[in-house]
Nanobody, 123 residues
């Protein structure tokens, strides 16, 4: 089992920045690819970004590419999502997730999920 705990969410004005963190415990973090998804009320959870277990490959949703950066620190068992130029449409609950696959971008490929952290971007 892998336990994931997100932090770093909050309220920010449009154009601002936030960095989300996801701390992992329970298993060897470097054995898992990790990613971020987000969800707003009434909508399906959507893919945001992912990074391979070695950190040598990343994937992004088109809507966040060039604004969000995913990275990981295996020594700290933590992944991060640096978000800049935030827009009101980025408002959502953000979830981190982990998988034993090399890298993944769909919901059903991930096995472990955090509880989520709220990000609110005001206009």
């Amino acid at each position: 089992q892998v336990q994931l705990v997100e932090s770093g969410g909050g309220l920010v004005q449009a154009g601002g920045s936030l960095r989300l963190s996801c701390a992992a415990s329970g298993r060897t973090f470097s054995d898992y690819a990790v990613g971020w998804f987000r969800q707003t009320p009434g909508k399906e959870r959507e893919f945001v970004a992912a990074i391979s277990w070695a950190g040598d490959n990343t994937a992004y949703a088109v809507s966040v590419k060039c604004r969000f950066t995913i990275y990981r620190d295996n020594a700290k068992s933590t992944e991060y999502l640096q978000m800049i130029s935030l827009k009101p449409e980025d408002t959502a609950v953000y979830y981190c997730a982990a998988t034993r696959r090399y890298i993944a971008t769909t919901l059903d490929e991930f096995d472990y999920w955090g509880q989520g952290t709220q990000v609110t971007v005001s206009s």
